[in-house]
């Protein structure tokens, strides 16, 4: 509820352009802004008012002010511009595709201390980079403790609190945008006329062949990599 009512609001705040106010505000009003039905205004307004979004003023509280949507912490905000906001289901769409790219930039972040204690072009970059792995569990004693194993569309949808059907269509979005990149791990094996018969240590089997899937493996795109992990583009 919370990520459709937010989404549905950028979509308002975005056809607003600069003004963040509506003057005589009605359901059929703020919908026609919005691109949607008046129930689903409806819906959502009170949601809006519980998170503290939005504010009515004025002597006859008919003005509709949204309010500023990005925290005080900069760390804490992540630019959204690539995001789609033509429509509040297409914004719906990449707004979770962002949530997954940020899920994965946690991976990309080890996979960049491991990289730069190991190989560092400074010696300030190998300290601080040795400190901050150890710490983060990554080594232990100086040996590499951290395996990739990627994510099961299962284990997205836990984190993001949605099933692997839909997490399996939010994945989808962030590759088809070039978000980032998906690599597939599977091995497979010569097994002659096995014919789809169940083998210990195979995920599947077809008339001739075995094979092993593992979860994927996803890189950001180099902008999505230089704002979630960098803070800049």
């Avoid at 959204?80 to 990449?94: C, M, Q, R, V």
């Amino acid at each position: 509820m919370a990520q459709k009512a937010v989404s549905l609001l950028l979509v308002l705040k975005n056809r607003l352009g600069k003004t963040s106010a509506i003057k005589n505000a009605s359901l059929n009003k703020i919908a026609g802004i919005a691109g949607c039905h008046p129930t689903t205004i409806k819906r959502y307004l009170p949601v809006w008012v519980e998170m503290g979004l939005i504010e009515w003023q004025g002597k006859n509280k008919d003005i509709l002010v949204v309010k500023k949507l990005h925290s005080k912490n900069k760390k804490k905000n992540v630019c959204i511009e690539k995001l789609d906001f033509s429509t509040f289901k297409n914004l719906l769409h990449t707004m979770r595709a962002l949530l997954f790219l940020v899920l994965q930039s946690h991976k990309s972040f080890i996979k960049r201390l491991i990289r730069v204690s190991t190989n560092p072009k400074r010696g300030e970059d190998f300290k601080r980079a040795r400190k901050l792995s150890e710490s983060y569990a990554v080594r232990e004693n100086g040996e590499l403790k951290y395996k990739e194993y990627g994510l099961s569309f299962r284990t997205i949808g836990k984190k993001l609190g949605y099933c692997a059907k839909t997490a399996q269509k939010i994945v989808k979005t962030a590759v088809e945008r070039h978000w980032c990149d998906k690599t597939r791990n599977y091995e497979r094996q010569l097994l002659p006329n096995v014919c789809r018969m169940y083998v210990e240590g195979y995920t599947f089997t077809t008339r001739n062949y075995g094979y092993r899937v593992q979860a994927n493996t996803y890189e950001l795109s180099p902008y999505w990599y230089g704002i979630l992990l960098d803070g800049k583009k």
